[in-house]
């Protein structure tokens, strides 16, 4: 493929995607950062925690571009189904795109593997990932989304895949959405009664003697 | 530096504590209540779980989804302020020195975020020189400590079971919490292969104590983020607490001890300390001086505090303070149980930490480590947060997921049928013992560094021997044998070895600091008498993990309650007889 064509289609993409979100954010940006910054920020944070949360909180790392592509990804990792929302439902862009300054170990790994992507798309089909058509970006994404039959060739994209997918498993099944689907039922008062009664016997356990007679219980009837 | 000054406080006190842990929380609420005048000097800030716990946070109220930062290195929502390292406050390490030292600066100190495991030590564990050879033995006995173990165990609340095990002492304990369902396949598979699975043993309320009706546990399994109902024991609620409201404590916080003060005759005035508030340094006068800084932080006080009369540190003629300093052993593995993939959801969060344990159970004498140690459980439906099911591409190519072989890796509708489906299924096991104190593994002032405050720092020079490793390579033998018999499959700590010592942790990494001020009946050979008292300045104390000559297969929380709450005793009826 043509070198300079590539590089064109990457600065277009980057540009025209940034310029249109900004405009769209720009109005309610002000409320945002404050709603964060209060939930964030409360009686259960030391006083250097939220000095370091107000400074990083005001950070960006990545483009519009990348932001864009990002949530495409992400949607192709935690598309919605019969169960549960997609990861941008979720937020998973703005998640991934805070963790990456609160642990900058990330962040040459994710901007290089986006990058990756992007010119593997741009040599293949003449476009960057996200304006690729959804044939185009699974197509690409089967060859990078399963490390045992990966060709050699993509061991990069395979490494980026696997952090990709960590990632956004993390932003979405630690969302409201995410616990919700995933079925942790816990994080409430209660009185702990032990494994109910159907589960011990689909296992074939019981309770002994002395565990039943020494363990406390509580009678949630009354 | 135009406005700084020495602010001499007037008042005298009975006592100045340095430090609000575990021993230092014990101390002011024993003096306080014994109507005496205290002066509790904290270096980290007020904390009160009631108010800056994040109980019940969901992990989208993290920012970070719970990840750790250098603030919280257990993760975002855990109770502790700081932790391997703190800003401006430095240590060092001599060469080959790997050493991990835990600071929590706060009122209540780490007892905040702890695991709650309160395990008395038993008869030989005070003994053990006699029993092996190494080490010593303790000045003292089980028989010293187990009224004030009884007394403890009513006044802050622990849940287990008399077991009458010879090592183990029984106490008096709350009903326990039933079993969790990995907890059941656990002690299934070990009594299986001959090893005890028993109720673990945490100051976690699981009834209301008759004595007192204003702390509650709710089972939400989050005692590391310290407890708003102060359902467990933190220092900070369920000693501090009460300490203050006697009116005789004044608490000091933000205030960092620069050196203990002494007179003419050698005896300890005060403190001085530095404030992290407004940078200017402080003096406060008692007639006792009782450290509870932790084990490194009192040997490090003691050592900085240098005078004519105490050239090498005050209570330091010994030449021993900083030695013999001793972590827990620790070395752990985990892996995933195939029958318990899709399993049925329920809330299964517990108590905070594990409801079952497995004591030591064999003979040193047939091994070829000297000392034992005790497993931990954990497993479960946790609280999904930073690093859920990471990495699933090692797992769900591995296995059938509802009567499907995949394909490793994947995305899609069919990965969030994997996450589904793993959820839950995981466990671990992780091994705490005890290693040997040695004179040769120590901290000592660094001659050439000092923190922000410019007090000099300490420096490290710890290592294991090969009782350290030995028994580590058994744990591993232990808990790859144990998921072996209930079905499960290593997934992590099973490529351990001689390469990096069969996993075990780094000395200090177990965060139980021990055995830097040591006592004993020869003051050429220990810092303290038996009553935790130094043998060179008679009221000066060393109340925290300091004064262990060694520390068990039992994390020394309790222990340390114990050995204040009887030194502080002491001290009461010796400040009555005038004899300090």
Not at chain 2, 426 to 441: F, L, Q, T, W
Not at chain 2, 548 to 572: C, G, P, Y
Request: with cysteine; charged share 25%.
């Amino acid at each position: 493929m043509d070198r300079r064509k590539s590089i064109k289609a990457l600065l277009i993409g980057t540009a025209a995607t940034g310029v249109f979100v900004e405009a769209c954010k720009n109005s309610d940006k002000k409320v945002t950062e404050e709603t964060t910054l209060t939930k964030f920020t409360g009686p259960e944070r030391m006083v250097e925690e939220n000095e370091y949360y107000k400074k990083v909180a005001a950070e960006k790392f990545f483009t519009e571009h990348e932001l864009a592509t990002i949530t495409v990804l992400a949607d192709i990792i935690i598309p919605r189904d019969a169960v549960s929302g997609s990861a941008s439902d979720a937020k998973v862009t703005d998640f991934i795109a805070f963790i990456v300054i609160d642990m900058p170990s990330n962040q040459t790994p994710i901007r290089g593997g986006l990058r990756w992507l992007d010119m593997q798309c741009l040599k293949r089909f003449e476009k960057t990932f996200k304006d690729c058509d959804a044939k185009q970006q699974i197509e690409i994404v089967d060859e990078i989304a399963y490390p045992k039959k990966a060709k050699p060739e993509m061991q990069q994209g395979v490494a980026f895949f696997n952090l990709m997918r960590n990632l956004t498993a993390t932003g979405f099944y630690t969302s409201e959405i995410g616990v919700k689907d995933v079925g942790y039922l816990g994080n409430t008062p209660n009185q702990w009664n032990g494994v109910p009664d159907d589960v011990l016997k689909q296992y074939g356990l019981s309770y002994s003697e002395k565990e039943l007679k020494e363990c406390v219980s509580f009678d949630n009837k009354g | 530096m135009g406005d700084f000054q020495i602010k001499k406080q007037t008042k005298q006190y009975d006592a100045v504590i340095v430090g609000s842990g575990a021993g230092g929380g014990m101390a002011a609420y024993v003096l306080a209540n014994a109507g005496l005048k205290v002066c509790l000097v904290e270096a980290g800030p007020n904390f009160d779980p009631a108010v800056n716990s994040a109980q019940f946070k969901n992990p989208w109220e993290s920012p970070r989804r719970g990840a750790s930062t250098k603030f919280r290195p257990f993760g975002d929502f855990d109770g502790s302020y700081w932790g391997w390292q703190v800003d401006g406050e430095p240590y060092t390490h001599a060469e080959g020195d790997k050493w991990e030292w835990w600071r929590a600066r706060m009122l209540g100190g780490r007892t905040n975020h702890w695991g709650r495991i309160s395990l008395r030590f038993g008869p030989k564990d005070f003994k053990r020189k006699s029993i092996d050879g190494l080490g010593d033995d303790w000045p003292i006995g089980y028989e010293d400590v187990k009224p004030y173990y009884d007394k403890i165990d009513q006044l802050i609340g622990i849940f287990g079971t008399n077991e009458g095990l010879p090592n183990d002492p029984d106490g008096f304990f709350l009903p326990p919490p039933k079993p969790r369902l990995h907890e059941l396949f656990v002690k299934r598979a070990a009594t299986n292969i001959g090893i005890p699975v028993i109720p673990s043993r945490l100051s976690i309320l699981t009834k209301q104590l008759p004595n007192n009706k204003d702390r509650n546990c709710v089972f939400c399994g989050q005692c590391g983020r310290s407890c708003k109902l102060y359902g467990d024991f933190s220092s900070s609620s369920v000693l501090v607490k009460p300490a203050l409201a006697t009116g005789n404590v004044d608490l000091v916080t933000n205030a960092m001890a620069r050196e203990v003060l002494t007179n003419k005759e050698g005896l300890a005035t005060g403190i001085s300390y530095v404030s992290k508030d407004d940078l200017q340094e402080y003096q406060v006068f008692g007639k006792t001086v009782i450290l509870a800084a932790s084990a490194c932080e009192s040997a490090r006080l003691m050592l900085n505090s240098k005078s004519p009369r105490y050239p090498n540190g005050i209570a330091n003629s010994s030449g021993v303070v900083g030695k013999y300093l001793h972590d827990s052993t620790g070395a752990d593995m985990g892996g995933i149980i195939p029958e318990l993939f899709d399993r049925k959801r329920y809330n299964e969060d517990g108590v905070g930490g594990m409801h079952v344990y497995t004591p030591w159970w064999l003979d040193n004498k047939k091994l070829d480590f000297p000392r034992g140690y005790h497993i931990e459980y954990g497993g479960g439906f946790g609280m999904p947060l930073y690093g859920f099911q990471w990495d699933i591409e090692n797992l769900n190519g591995a296995y059938k997921i509802k009567g499907k072989q995949k394909e490793a890796g994947g995305y899609g509708a069919s990965l969030k049928e994997d996450y589904r489906y793993f959820f839950g299924a995981h466990v671990g096991m992780a091994g705490r013992g005890e290693g040997i104190a040695r004179e040769d593994s120590y901290c000592e002032i660094d001659p050439n560094v000092v923190d922000k405050y410019g007090i000099p720092v300490l420096r490290f020079h710890t290592s294991w021997s090969s009782y350290e490793v030995n028994q580590a390579k058994h744990m591993k033998e232990t808990f790859k044998e144990i998921l072996h018999s209930m079905g499960a499959v290593v997934t992590w700590g099973g490529d351990d070895g001689p390469h990096n010592n069969y996993g075990l942790h780094n000395p200090g990494n177990i965060i139980h600091e021990a055995g830097t001020v040591r006592m004993g009946n020869d003051p050429k050979k220990s810092v303290l008498n038996k009553w935790s008292q130094s043998h060179d300045c008679k009221n000066l104390f060393c109340v925290d993990g300091g004064q262990f000559v060694s520390q068990a297969d039992k994390n020394i929380t309790w222990t340390i309650l114990a050995l204040a709450m009887r030194a502080s005793e002491h001290i009461v009826d010796e400040l009555k007889k005038q004899n300090l």
